[in-house]
């Protein structure tokens, strides 16, 4: 067995949950050391739009809900962290858009035109014409209405390298995990024949966090998948847009965001209720089609005829939940050393550090003197979500 390794907490899951965490807690003063079996940031974490909602988003029924409620400070936080001045120091993380935005492509129905209207929303919305509209929307043809909302859309491969330049030489390539027993209790992992010991094991490997259960015996925290079906599309005639399109239900009937491509084109990244259960069952030819359509009779003005395109199928690891409800908050369950969580999606990523650090505080859990880690393996970094997938 090679040397040990000792730390104060060990992190296993190195997407924007697991590195944020990582980095936060390093500025707490805890000597951490994350490990990953795989590419840091290259599971759910680079394939999300990179959206720090506000709750708008959940509030699409007409009203307010614990969702939106529970989310509502998370772009102040990250704002501040980009600008150096939070709990996180991200500056240098690209940001694609200071704004998100609410597009209603014809007359808003009743109930959302006055909860748009409505005290409670008034801060967070506002309605954009003209110039101020997205690029892609500023076109003749279009008719309908665009609300700014106080979001703002970050590039994810960016903030998954600033958030590695924080954790320094604290990051180890694992290939097998196991777990590391003193009379009966965890007290640590086996990490490639390697003890490491710890005070605290954290759990935050996404839909990789039921595999390291099952390897320590445990059934529990339970863990739902939710599938979607997204589509990318790159053109040169495409301008940037970040908007929620908004259909008839409580879910946008498209999301989309743009991202830089080498080239210096464009690519819209599309999700919405067009990459969710219907998206689902379509196999990439149809679904392709689908949002062919969409397109085609929501930004009409805009020549596809020689777009790339192409679709990118995601598992959304969360907690289990009664009927496969998304989850209002971030999650964190305990037992001994053991912390097992989610963030339930990326926003929530510094909601999800808060848990973390309570739990460490409530149980008197301090940084040690550790001694310094030796160089060790690192993992590799993710790149875009769209390389590979485009011709």
Not at 209 to 224: F, V, Y
Request: hydrophobic letters at 40%; a neutral charge; glycine letters at 10%.
């Amino acid at each position: 067995m090679s040397e040990s390794l000792s730390t104060d907490v060990l992190i296993v899951g190195g997407g924007v949950a697991g590195l944020w965490l990582n980095a936060r807690l390093r500025r707490l003063g805890y000597s951490t050391l994350l490990i990953d079996k795989g590419v840091l940031g290259g599971g759910q974490s680079v394939k999300s739009q990179g959206i720090i909602h506000g709750g708008t988003k959940y509030a699409l029924s007409g009203a307010l809900t614990g969702a939106s409620e529970a989310i509502a400070d998370m772009p102040r936080r990250w704002r501040e962290a980009l600008a150096g001045s939070g709990e996180l120091d991200l500056t240098g993380v690209r940001l694609l858009s200071d704004a998100h935005y609410l597009w209603s492509p014809g007359t808003l129905t009743g109930n959302l035109t006055s909860f748009f209207a409505s005290k409670a929303v008034r801060s967070r919305v506002g309605q954009v014409k003209g110039s101020e509209l997205p690029p892609a929307l500023q076109d003749p043809h279009f008719k309908g209405k665009v609300y700014r909302l106080s979001e703002l859309v970050l590039d994810v491969p960016s903030l998954i390298h600033r958030l590695v330049e924080l954790a320094d030489t604290g990051l180890l390539a694992a290939d097998k995990i196991e777990p590391l027993q003193e009379s009966g209790e965890l007290v640590g992992l086996i990490v490639d024949g390697r003890a490491v010991r710890a005070q605290r094991i954290i759990f935050t490997a996404g839909a990789g966090n039921a595999e390291l259960l099952s390897g320590l015996g445990l059934a529990q925290p339970a863990m739902q998948k939710r599938p979607l079906h997204m589509v990318i599309v790159k053109a040169a005639t495409l301008k940037p847009l970040y908007a929620h399109c908004l259909g008839g239900g409580s879910k946008p009937r498209i999301t989309v965001t743009s991202h830089p491509a080498a080239d210096g084109e464009w690519i819209w990244y599309l999700g919405g209720d067009l990459a969710e259960a219907s998206g689902v069952a379509r196999d990439e030819a149809a679904q392709i089609a689908a949002a062919k359509k969409e397109l085609g009779e929501l930004v009409p003005w805009i020549d596809l005829s020689d777009a790339q395109w192409a679709t990118l199928r995601i598992d959304r690891a969360e907690p289990a939940q009664s009927a496969q409800a998304r989850p209002d908050n971030a999650f964190l369950a305990e037992q001994s050393r053991l912390l097992v969580g989610w963030p339930t999606k990326l926003a929530l990523s510094p909601d999800f550090a808060d848990r973390v650090e309570n739990a460490l505080t409530r149980d008197g859990i301090r940084p040690q003197q550790q001694p310094p880690l030796p160089e060790l393996p690192r993992p590799a970094v993710t790149g875009p979500f769209w390389e590979g997938l485009l011709p």
